[in-house]
C-alpha cells in the first residue's frame, strides 16, 4: 500500500480480501482474549457461590460471533489459493472465463431476475393462501430455486388449483430452466473455449514441475562437483608424493592441491583434520584413513545422487554423469584419472547414449599464473543448448535488419540519382530556352512546357517501373496536373 499508494491499492479483489481477513482476525482474537477472561471469571464468582445461576448468554452470542468471524477467515483464506495457483495458465481458468464473461452474465442476471421475481409473484398471489412453501416472497423464490435442482412438490400445487398449479409448473420449468438456464450455460461454455483457446496458446508463467525438476537438477550438479573434488583430492594423494617415500609433506600436499584449484584454508583444514601427530607429515596410516575417510564420504555422495535420480525419473533425469562412473579431473598430460581407493586400472571415463556427460564439476585448463592452471566451470549440455537457440534468434533477427538496411541504402542510392537527373534536366531546359533568342516569348513557353511534359512522362515511366505504387507514378502527382501552367507562366 505504501508503494502504489491507497487508491491503487484498494482497485485489486485480492487486496480487498486481505483487509477483511486482518479486521477479522484482530476481532476474533480481541473476542477470544474477553470470551476467555469472562470465562475465567464467572467461573471463581460461581465457585464461590455454587448456588447462584450462572448466565452464559452473553459468552454465548460472543462465542457464535466468533464461530462466524472464524468461518469468514476460512473461506477468503481457502479463496486466495485461486491468487496463489494463477502462475499455471490451467489453474486460471475459472477465474479468466469469469472475468471475461462477467458483462454477458450482467446482462443475463439482469434478465433473469426479472423473470424469476415475475414467477415470484404469481406464486405468491396464485398459492399464497393455500401452500405453506408459497406464503411469502423470500419462501417462493426458495421453493422456485428448489424447483431448479429438482426438489419441488407438484401434487400441492395441483391440490391447490388443479389449472393454474400445472400451467404455473410448466410455464416456470420452460422460462427459467429450458430457456435461461441454458442461455447462462452457453455464456460459460463459449466464454470457456474462448479462454481455454487462449490458454492453449500461451506459456505458462511457472511451471511446478520444472521447477521442481529443476531444483532436483541443480541438487544433483551439486553432488556431481561434490563427488568430483573428492575424487580430485584422492588423486592428489597419490600425486602429491612426489619422491614416492610413502609420506606426504605439507609443503607437497599444498603445492599439488593449489594446481588442482583449492585455496590455503581448505588446504589447511584439510591437512589438520588427518595429521594426528601434528608433524606437518601425513604417513602411509594417516594417508590410508584419509583414504578411507574421502571414499565413505564418496559412496554417501553416490547414494544421495541415486536418490535423486530415482524421484526425478529414468526420462526426467538431467544430462549428468552416472554415478558410478568417476569424473576426472585433465591435468596437464594427464588424460586418464587414477583408481586410488580400490587400486584398480586406469580406465576412460564412458557415457550411456541416454545420458550424456555434463560437465558441472571443475576442471583445469593451463594458462594460470606462474604456469600454474586454473580451475574454471564448464557449461552444461541444457545451457549450452538455451544459449545455441538465442545465438540462432538473434542471427536471424540481424540477418533481418541487414537485409531491411540494404534495401534502405538501395532506395537512398535510387533518390540520389533521381535528384542528379532532375539538376541535369533543369539545366539542359535552361540552357535550351536561354539559346533560344530569336523565338517570341509564348514559342518559349511552348517549347518549355513540351520540354517539361515529355520530361516528366519519362520520370513518371521510370519510377512506375523501378518502384510500383509510388507517390510520383500515382495520378494527381505530377506538376501538369491543373495550375502547373499558370504557376510556369
Known amino acids: 500500500m505504501k508503494n502504489v499508494g491507497v ?23 480481541c473476542i477470544n482474549f474477553y470470551r476467555t477472561f469472562q470465562v475465567e471469571k464467572i467461573l471463581e464468582s460461581l465457585l464461590a457461590a455454587p448456588d447462584e445461576f450462572a448466565n452464559f448468554e452473553k459468552l454465548a452470542a460472543l462465542q457464535m ?90 401434487y400441492e400445487l395441483e391440490a391447490a388449483h388443479p389449472a393454474l398449479g400445472p400451467l404455473y409448473f410448466i410455464l416456470y420449468i420452460v422460462f427459467v430452466f429450458l430457456i435461461l438456464f441454458n442461455m447462462f450455460l452457453a455464456i460459460i461454455n463459449d466464454t470457456y473455449s474462448s479462454v481455454k483457446e487462449e490458454s492453449q496458446n500461451s506459456a505458462n508463467e511457472f511451471e511446478v514441475m520444472d521447477f521442481f525438476r529443476g531444483q532436483y537438477n541443480k541438487m544433483l550438479q551439486k553432488l556431481n562437483i561434490k563427488r568430483d573434488r573428492i575424487a580430485d583430492i584422492q588423486s592428489a594423494i597419490v600425486a602429491a608424493d612426489a619422491n614416492n617415500d610413502s609420506q606426504i609433506e605439507y609443503d607437497e600436499w599444498k603445492e599439488e592441491l593449489m594446481a ?58 538431467p544430462t549428468t ?58 557449461v552444461g549440455y541444457q545451457e549450452f543448448t538455451q544459449l545455441s537457440r538465442r545465438v540462432d534468434r538473434m542471427e536471424h533477427s540481424i ?52 520540354l517539361v511534359r515529355d520530361e516528366l512522362e519519362r520520370w513518371d515511366s521510370e519510377s512506375a517501373v523501378s518502384r510500383p505504387g509510388s507517390a510520383v507514378s500515382r495520378p494527381g502527382t505530377s506538376l501538369s496536373r491543373p495550375g502547373t501552367r499558370g504557376s510556369l507562366r
Do not use: H
Not at 274 to 296: P, S, T, V, W
Open 399 to 450: 540477418g533481418s535488419i541487414v537485409s531491411k538496411i540494404d534495401t534502405v541504402l538501395v532506395k537512398l542510392e535510387g533518390m540520389e540519382k533521381a535528384k542528379l537527373r532532375r539538376r541535369e534536366t533543369m539545366a539542359a531546359l535552361l540552357d535550351s530556352i536561354a539559346l533560344a533568342d530569336d523565338a517570341t516569348e509564348e514559342a518559349k513557353r511552348a517549347k518549355m512546357e513540351a
Open 7 to 29: 487508491k491503487s491499492y484498494f482497485t485489486e479483489f485480492w487486496n480487498w480480501a486481505d483487509v477483511v481477513v486482518l479486521l477479522t482476525a484482530v476481532a476474533c482474537i
Open 260 to 317: 588442482r584449484g583449492y585455496n590455503e584454508n581448505e588446504i589447511e583444514e584439510a591437512f589438520k583434520k588427518f595429521d594426528l601427530d601434528g608433524n606437518r607429515i601425513l604417513d602411509a596410516n594417516e594417508q590410508a584413513q584419509m583414504l578411507k575417510a574421502l571414499e565413505d564420504e564418496k559412496n554417501a555422495v553416490d547414494k544421495d545422487i541415486g536418490q535423486v535420480e530415482n524421484k526425478l525419473g529414468v526420462n526426467d533425469r
Open 65 to 154: 460471533n466468533f464461530n462466524y468471524g472464524v468461518a469468514m477467515i476460512a473461506f477468503f483464506s481457502w479463496g486466495k489459493l485461486f491468487k496463489y495457483i494463477s502462475f499455471n495458465k490451467t489453474m486460471t481458468q475459472l477465474t479468466e472465463t469469469i472475468s471475461q464473461s462477467r458483462k454477458d452474465l450482467i446482462s443475463f442476471l439482469l434478465m433473469f431476475f426479472i423473470v424469476f421475481f415475475a414467477f415470484a409473484q404469481v406464486g405468491f398471489l396464485f398459492f399464497g393462501t393455500q401452500v405453506y412453501d408459497y406464503r411469502s416472497i423470500g419462501n417462493v423464490c426458495i421453493t422456485q430455486l428448489r424447483i431448479i435442482l429438482g426438489d419441488f412438490n407438484f
Open 321 to 378: 554423469s552416472r554415478p558410478e562412473t568417476r569424473s576426472k579431473t585433465s591435468r596437464g598430460a594427464r588424460g586418464r584419472r587414477r583408481a586410488i581407493a580400490a587400486g584398480e586400472e586406469e580406465r576412460p571415463e564412458t557415457a550411456t547414449p541416454g545420458r550424456q556427460k555434463t560437465a558441472v564439476g571443475q576442471r583445469r585448463s593451463g594458462g594460470g599464473d606462474g604456469g600454474k592452471p586454473r580451475v574454471i566451470s564448464e
